[in-house]
């Protein structure tokens, strides 16, 4: 069973902006916090941006002031709002809650940002 669709994803220059959206399942979405993490080439995968079941966020600094994330607690989505790109946020998008635990990672949305 799917729990994690993400999409939005694509290829922008440098300034530009992608909002990405993400499917959850709602055993996953209830009462969850959710978060979107990025995976680049060869680096770590990144906490980027939480919200808690009550909409208080949290951002990660590189991404503070340009990023805005959103829920929808009803359609048990996840949208991340990414304005003012740079090459640095070029990676794999992916979705699932703050706590993930061994829930499934989906297929995430590629977001490449050229200079």
């Known amino acids: 069973q799917v729990q994690l669709v993400e999409s939005g994803g694509g290829l922008v220059q440098t300034g530009g902006s992608l909002r990405l959206h993400c499917a959850v399942a709602?055993?996953?979405?209830?009462?969850?916090?959710m978060a979107w993490w990025r995976e680049a080439p060869g680096k770590e995968r990144e906490l980027v941006a939480s919200?808690?079941?009550?909409?208080?966020?949290n951002y990660a600094p590189p991404v503070k002031g340009r990023f805005t994330i959103s829920r929808d607690n009803t359609e048990h989505t996840v949208d991340l709002q990414m304005n003012d790109l740079k090459p640095e946020d070029t990676g794999v998008y992916l979705c699932?809650?703050?706590?993930?635990?061994?829930?499934?990672w989906g297929q995430g949305t590629q977001v490449t940002v050229s200079s």
């Open positions: 709602e055993t996953l979405f209830m009462g969850s916090t």
């Open positions: 699932n809650r703050l706590h993930y635990g061994r829930t499934p």
């Open positions: 919200i808690s079941w009550g909409r208080t966020t």
